[in-house]
């Protein structure tokens, strides 16, 4: 692996990512900041969450803005307000060194007509969620003309959000612009239709392999548990993490609101975060776990999207997740920032198979706990 600075990143930039415990590029960022900044064309990346992606995008974005411009000229559109946010607050980290470059970050859930003043401001780059920008570009409130760098993140999460139609617009507003970055975990046959009637002929292509993302900081356990045993199991664990704190995922909402009862009851400090969450409710619990009032958080998947929480300890899987590579998903959201980390699953006899699966899909080992 090369340095930042052979990949091409100017100190400054670098001494932004010092100050994060970036040191290392990751194997994405390897990969494609060299390609980004040099060709800048179109670059379809398939790389899962917790693979970097955000410096990936995000340094060779920077170092494409004119600052001296006042014309949005960078657009990244991600699935979530949660990644949408953090992504903002990555891109301010990164330029606490250098010149100023000014980042709108546009969602759902916030006030429409405080958005609408900030555009007013200079603003270099914008990263949205696509609703809300659609509904922001309807009002006048920003136009795309000037946009030369178009990222989606987690493309194939957008699409099966159900945002096509706005994609398509969004490519349609931008037509001037001089490369188009798509990252996305998995590649399905939607995105493809998306590639090739929105992308140039020959975009390039770049392929994380799955054994790579792997955070080596974390031990992967599992233990064998019947369904009515695992709430005990959750409890004898979480009365021995003293000041630790950690996310139990669960599969489903009905799932995560009674294990957040059974664990409320037996006095733990847990919050509960799931879709039917009004987004103020959302924001609440959010706040109480990062300020630290919360040890422990339980969540569904959909909801912990764009989790980024510093400092924890474990997560534990209540259920394996649906998609295996939401086990990356979760699992990434501990030991980060070179701190080592627990992931435990909790599963069925008969689920043994799927830790083998992991093992192998992933290049994991797990242990067994009892």
Same mark, same amino acid.
């Given at each position: 692996?090369?340095?930042?600075k052979?990949?091409?990143?100017?100190s400054?930039?670098?001494?932004?990512?010092q100050e994060?415990?970036?040191?290392?590029?990751t194997?994405?960022?390897?990969?494609?900041?060299?390609?980004?900044?040099?060709?800048?064309?179109?670059? =379809?990346?398939?790389?899962?969450t +917790?693979t970097g %992606?955000t410096?990936?995008?995000?340094? *060779?974005? !920077?170092?494409k803005?004119n600052p001296?411009?006042?014309?949005?000229?960078?657009?990244i559109v991600?699935p979530?307000?949660?990644?949408?946010k953090?992504?903002?607050?990555?891109?301010f980290?990164?330029?606490?060194?250098?010149?100023?470059i000014?980042?709108?970050?546009l969602?759902?859930?916030?006030?429409?007509?405080?958005?609408v003043?900030?555009l007013?401001?200079?603003?270099?780059?914008?990263?949205?969620t696509?609703?809300?920008?659609?509904?922001l570009?309807?009002?006048?409130?920003?136009?795309?003309?000037?946009?030369?760098?178009?990222?989606?993140d987690?493309?194939?999460?957008?699409?099966s959000m159900g945002?096509?139609?706005?994609l398509?617009?969004?490519?349609g507003?931008?037509?001037?612009r001089?490369?188009?970055?798509?990252f996305?975990?998995? =590649?399905?046959d939607a995105?493809? +239709?998306?590639? %090739?009637?929105?992308?140039?002929g020959k *975009?390039n !292509?770049?392929?994380i392999d799955?054994?790579?993302?792997?955070?080596r900081?974390?031990d992967h356990q599992?233990?064998?548990?019947?369904r009515d045993d695992?709430?005990?199991?959750?409890?004898?664990?979480?009365?021995?993490?003293q000041?630790?704190?950690?996310?139990?995922?669960c599969?489903t909402k009905?799932g995560a609101?009674?294990?957040?009862?059974?664990l409320?009851t037996?006095g733990?400090?847990?919050d509960?975060?799931q879709?039917?969450?009004?987004?103020k409710e959302?924001d609440?619990?959010m706040?109480?776990f990062?300020?630290?009032?919360?040890?422990?958080?339980i969540a569904?998947?959909v909801?912990a999207?764009?989790?980024?929480?510093?400092?924890l300890s474990?997560v534990?899987h209540?259920q394996l997740?649906?998609?295996?590579?939401y086990y990356?998903h979760r699992s990434g959201?501990?030991?980060?920032a070179? %701190?080592?980390g627990?992931?435990?699953a909790?599963i069925?006899?008969?689920?043994?198979p799927k830790?083998?699966k992991?093992?192998?899909?992933?290049?994991?080992t797990?242990s067994?706990?009892?």
């Open positions: 692996m090369k340095t930042f052979e990949l091409g990143i100017p400054n930039l670098i001494q932004g990512l994060l415990g970036i040191i290392h590029p194997e994405i960022q390897d990969k494609a900041i060299p390609f980004l900044l040099e060709n800048g064309g179109d670059l =379809i990346a398939q790389a899962q +917790g %992606k410096a990936a995008f995000g340094l *060779p974005l !920077l170092m803005v001296k411009s006042r014309e949005i000229q960078g657009l991600a979530t307000r949660e990644l949408a953090q992504i903002g607050k990555q891109l980290r990164y330029t606490k060194f250098s010149e100023k000014f980042v709108e970050v969602c759902g859930g916030d006030d429409f007509d405080r958005q003043s900030a007013q401001r200079p603003t270099h780059i914008v990263v949205a696509p609703g809300r920008l659609i509904d570009i309807h009002k006048k409130a920003l136009t795309l003309v000037g946009v030369k760098h178009l990222v989606l987690e493309a194939d999460e957008m699409l945002f096509k139609k706005e398509v617009k969004i490519f507003l931008t037509r001037a001089k490369s188009t970055w798509l996305s975990a998995t =590649i399905p995105i493809h +239709g998306l590639i %090739k009637d929105c992308m140039s *975009p !292509l770049l392929k799955k054994a790579h993302v792997v955070n900081d974390i599992f233990a064998i548990c019947s695992k709430s005990a199991f959750v409890a004898t664990f979480l009365k021995r993490q000041d630790n704190r950690g996310v139990i995922f599969r009905a609101i009674i294990l957040g009862k059974q409320t037996k733990f400090p847990v509960v975060l879709g039917d969450l009004t987004q959302r609440t619990v706040r109480s990062k300020k630290e009032r919360t040890q422990f958080l569904t998947d909801a999207r764009g989790i980024d929480v510093e400092g474990f534990i209540h997740p649906e998609q295996m590579e990356t959201r501990t030991a980060r070179g %701190k080592k627990i992931s435990i909790l069925e006899p008969r689920e043994r830790i083998t992991l093992e192998n899909d992933l290049g994991l797990f067994e706990v009892h």
